[in-house]
């Protein structure tokens, strides 16, 4: 079983940075899943925000396009996302999630494994 664990959250400014990071282990190809970073806000649906498939493809949230980049090693075992021009809109819940059919790799309902989630807290 994949096992998935976020790092990297914290409290910081408006305009400020943040670098996410997500350590998968538990498999021998990572390269078989798509990977992707939702965020959840109190009271809020989770949303994706950022995804990489099988095939290296990135995909963005209109939210997050732009201030936002996706990436991983060539194997998959970390999974990144650097948060750039932080607003406290971005305040949430931040998880890492893997899937195996990624037909809609912005969706929860495609990603069957997750981490237990980083805080990220914008003023």
């Known amino acids: 079983d994949v096992q998935l664990v976020e790092s990297g959250g914290g409290s910081v400014q408006a305009g400020g940075s943040l670098r996410l990071s997500c350590l998968a282990s538990g498999a021998t190809h990572m390269r078989q899943f798509c990977m992707a970073w939702f965020r959840q806000a109190p009271g809020q649906e989770r949303e994706g925000i950022a995804s990489i498939g099988k095939d290296g493809k990135t995909t963005y949230a209109d939210s997050v396009r732009g201030r936002f980049t996706i990436s991983s090693d060539n194997a998959k075992t970390t999974l990144f996302l650097e948060m750039n021009s932080l607003k406290p809109d971005d305040t949430a819940m931040y998880y890492c999630?893997?899937?195996?059919?990624?037909?809609?790799?912005?969706?929860?309902?495609?990603?069957?494994?997750w981490g237990q989630g980083t805080q990220v807290t914008v003023s």
């Open positions: 999630a893997t899937g195996v059919y990624c037909a809609n790799v912005l969706s929860p309902s495609e990603y069957d494994t």
